[in-house]
């Protein structure tokens, strides 16, 4: 009596399967079942694929942010912040919208220099403990967040509270008397400019590595032509 | 003669009337016809076993149903069920809300106010909407409570206790996107935040929130996307494993719980044998 558990051999030949080939090592059970495995897994994929793709495509999607008009130069002080609504995303009404702080340079109170993007001091009133919007209270001179206590000084850096790095700022340029807002960048608590990171995520040390900039969001403010 | 003992011999039984004690029918004598009312009464069993014939259901059914209970099972073992009916309740009320909710973020918060304000009995179905999602919460914590506190995760139920925590997480994925569904201020304010809790996770943090918002800002497929979540993707997901979860129930049994004693046989006690 033969008992299959004995043979050894991987050929299929000298197991006595009727009608193996010479130099055979997988049954055609056994080639039958993974083929149909296979098929079976091509099959899944060919809309599990696609769909996760079109659920992920957006994280990969280039972002490109537009200069838009906030006003003429005279419109801004250079001792107390203008607010601006701006858009931030378009054909989607109210929500598409936010707010940016805006005043002149004030050489009083910048410490970094003045460059071609800077005359025009822009900050996002996006609260960077979690995303509440900011209110700038002149009286105290200080960005106030309602949600959490976040404090902020004159110049968006952390005056109090959770907030884990200062305020975002918007990339300022002048063209033919006119301010123009551009895009958005991070910084840390020294005013070093980075890719735009989301709120809650500091900047400072080790930081800017854990939360790494996304490949479709980027600082440079040469990103648009209009 | 001798004297009988003074017994009371029982009286015979009365015999039960003839309408109530038919005379069991002839072998060989004709079936009578039935009557309408016993032929409807009888049409549910036909049917049912038209099915059960084919299916063999009955089975399944009496297994599921007809389980044996330890003794000392109380009122605490109906948190489950009562989590699965708020979870019903949830899908029957959602099912019609999306009826008139409309996911636009231009037109989200004006189709909740029209559920609201002026479809009939839209407040009411809303309202068991939202506050039943809290209710969930509170039975799904109140269950996993009584399965801690009687040791009903212990072997060989360690499954079921990982499968409930799926479904814990999952109950908590609903809240979160049906947070932002009505689209007032107070859920897009919240949403902001909660999106911003997921990217301080390190490394994934970024990613995660732009997968949340189709994008790196709130942007016009956000809320559609949270819709889907919340409608079609965790519903599913919810019910396959509420299934597996009821299935492993059925399987293993429910605990005793812990004051219950077991039975000991007197002769065997040790300190009297």
């Not at chain 1, 990969?60 to 609504?85: L, N, R, S, V």
């Not at chain 1, 500091?202 to 590595?209: A, T, V």
């Not at chain 2, 005379?23 to 049912?48: L, M, W």
Request: contains cysteine.
């Amino acid at each position: 009596m033969s008992d299959k558990h004995q043979t050894k051999s991987k050929y299929t030949s000298d197991r006595q399967i009727p009608g193996a080939f010479e130099g055979e090592t997988v049954t055609r059970r056994r080639f039958m079942t993974t083929t149909t495995h296979v098929a079976g897994a091509v099959a899944a994929s060919a809309f599990l694929l696609p769909a996760l793709g079109f659920a992920l495509g957006p994280v990969f999607e280039q972002h490109i942010e537009k200069w838009q008009d906030i006003g003429a130069e005279g419109d801004f002080g250079a001792d107390d912040y203008t607010p601006k609504t701006i858009q931030v995303t378009d054909g989607i009404g109210e929500a598409g919208r936010g707010t940016a702080y805006v005043r002149k340079y004030n050489p009083q109170v910048d410490s970094q220099p003045i460059d071609e993007y800077n005359h025009y001091i822009a900050i996002s009133s996006s609260c960077m403990h979690l995303g509440c919007p900011v209110q700038y209270v002149p009286a105290a001179e200080r960005f106030i967040c309602p949600c959490h206590g976040g404090v902020y000084n004159v110049e968006g850096k952390v005056a109090g509270g959770p907030p884990v790095r200062p305020l975002d700022r918007y990339y300022t340029r002048v063209r033919h008397g006119r301010v123009q807002l551009g895009p958005k960048y991070s910084v840390n608590s020294n005013l070093d400019k980075f890719s735009p990171r989301d709120p809650g995520e500091p900047l400072d040390g080790i930081g800017q590595f854990l939360y790494p900039s996304r490949p479709t969001l980027r600082k440079d403010p040469n990103q648009s032509n209009q | 003669m001798p004297k009988l003992p003074n017994i009371k011999l029982p009286k015979p039984p009365v015999p039960p009337p003839p309408a109530l004690n038919p005379a069991p029918k002839r072998p060989g004598a004709k079936k009578p016809k039935p009557n309408p009312v016993e032929a409807a009464q009888g049409a549910g069993t036909h049917a049912v076993g038209w099915i059960d014939e084919r299916t063999s259901l009955s089975g399944a059914a009496r297994w599921m149903m007809f389980r044996k209970i330890p003794k000392g099972t109380n009122w605490f073992y109906t948190l489950g069920s009562a989590t699965m009916f708020a979870f019903l309740s949830q899908a029957v009320t959602g099912v019609f809300l999306a009826m008139y909710y409309n996911p636009s973020v231009t037109q989200a918060y004006e189709s909740v106010r029209y559920i609201n304000n002026e479809a009939f009995l839209g407040e009411f179905v809303h309202g068991m909407h939202k506050w039943g999602s809290s209710v969930m919460v509170i039975l799904v914590f109140l269950h996993m409570a009584r399965t801690f506190f009687f040791g009903a995760y212990k072997y060989p139920r360690e499954l079921n206790w990982v499968i409930g925590v799926a479904l814990l997480i999952l109950t908590m994925v609903m809240s979160f996107t049906g947070y932002l569904l009505p689209f007032d201020q107070r859920s897009y304010w919240a949403t902001i935040v909660g999106v911003n809790i997921n990217g301080t996770g390190p490394l994934v943090g970024p990613y995660l929130n732009d997968f949340l918002r189709a994008g790196p800002f709130f942007g016009a497929t956000t809320l559609s996307r949270f819709y889907a979540i919340h409608m079609m993707l965790l519903p599913g997901v919810i019910a396959a494993l509420i299934g597996a979860h009821l299935y492993l129930v059925a399987k293993l049994g429910t605990t005793a719980p812990p004051w219950a004693k077991a039975e000991e046989d007197e002769a065997l006690r040790e300190e009297q044998v």
